[in-house]
């Protein structure tokens, strides 16, 4: 059974315990940065930060809002990368996680093309052209332990599991959350295995919270597999 990880930025506090945690698990080297007006840190993602806590302040019916957003790869359930990519020696999909992991092989691959395919703008290319993104911990899963970014959150705000139980758990979490935020939403659950949870206006968190349909698209992503099922299973033979 597919994994997933249930954000609630809600309850998020921007502490980047989950973006150290990555780092360190990968043993991803630290980028140089500057002070760019705001906490957020690098600035974006890159082939060297697989998760990154984006950070807004908004004016929100008239009240200073701090908005956190630990943006990563969703994991997507029909993955425009992969089947884009066409080679699973390069993007696979793991069977016992669920999670779309990327290898050195994709060196081989369109980069620009595999990153355009993404609704969510999330793979980044090294200089000699290979593409890495967040792997779900699946290391650390295959071993009967959470991902790094879960097992760090001190205030709950992520939760790991089984897909049908994170997903369960979201909709109730959803339901409370509307009490107070009467614009709260989860994003793309159905088409994620990262699922998040937002008070507001998702448009207010990062640019491609929720999926882009400029951008390669989930549902372009399904109708080719519909479309190319039979002859890309005769070809992977």
């Given at each position: 059974m597919s994994k997933s990880i249930f954000i609630d930025t809600t309850i998020c506090t921007g502490c980047r315990g989950c973006q150290v945690a990555c780092k360190q698990w990968h043993d991803l080297p630290a980028e140089k940065t500057k002070n760019m007006g705001s906490f957020q840190n690098p600035q974006d993602l890159?082939?060297?930060?697989?998760?990154?806590?984006?950070?807004?302040?908004e004016i929100i019916n008239g009240r200073l809002e701090w908005?956190?957003?630990?943006?990563?790869c969703r994991h997507c359930i029909d993955a425009p990368c992969l089947e884009t990519a066409f080679d699973e020696n390069a993007?696979?999909?793991?069977?016992?996680?669920g999670a779309v992991i990327y290898t050195?092989?994709?060196r081989n691959l369109d980069a620009d093309e595999i990153i355009g395919s993404c609704p969510y703008n999330i793979p980044r290319k090294a200089?000699?052209?290979t593409l890495a993104k967040c792997?779900?911990?699946s290391d650390r899963v295959h071993n009967g332990l959470k991902p790094a970014c879960v097992t760090v959150c001190p205030s709950g705000a992520m939760q790991f599991g089984d897909r049908d139980r994170i997903l369960s758990i979201a909709k109730k979490r959803l339901g409370k959350v509307k009490q107070k935020f009467s614009k709260a939403m989860l994003?793309?659950?159905?088409?994620?295995n990262v699922i998040y949870l937002v008070g507001f206006d998702p448009k207010l968190y990062a640019d491609y919270a929720v999926a882009s349909s400029d951008r390669g698209g989930l549902s372009r992503s399904v109708a080719l597999r519909k479309m190319m099922g039979p002859f890309t299973r005769m070809m992977r033979v």
């Amino acid at each position: 059974m597919s994994k997933s990880i249930f954000i609630d930025t809600t309850i998020c506090t921007g502490c980047r315990g989950c973006q150290v945690a990555c780092k360190q698990w990968h043993d991803l080297p630290a980028e140089k940065t500057k002070n760019m007006g705001s906490f957020q840190n690098p600035q974006d993602l890159s082939f060297k930060t697989y998760k990154l806590v984006r950070m807004n302040e908004e004016i929100i019916n008239g009240r200073l809002e701090w908005l956190f957003f630990p943006d990563q790869c969703r994991h997507c359930i029909d993955a425009p990368c992969l089947e884009t990519a066409f080679d699973e020696n390069a993007i696979y999909r793991d069977t016992q996680t669920g999670a779309v992991i990327y290898t050195k092989v994709t060196r081989n691959l369109d980069a620009d093309e595999i990153i355009g395919s993404c609704p969510y703008n999330i793979p980044r290319k090294a200089q000699d052209n290979t593409l890495a993104k967040c792997d779900l911990c699946s290391d650390r899963v295959h071993n009967g332990l959470k991902p790094a970014c879960v097992t760090v959150c001190p205030s709950g705000a992520m939760q790991f599991g089984d897909r049908d139980r994170i997903l369960s758990i979201a909709k109730k979490r959803l339901g409370k959350v509307k009490q107070k935020f009467s614009k709260a939403m989860l994003l793309n659950p159905e088409d994620v295995n990262v699922i998040y949870l937002v008070g507001f206006d998702p448009k207010l968190y990062a640019d491609y919270a929720v999926a882009s349909s400029d951008r390669g698209g989930l549902s372009r992503s399904v109708a080719l597999r519909k479309m190319m099922g039979p002859f890309t299973r005769m070809m992977r033979v």
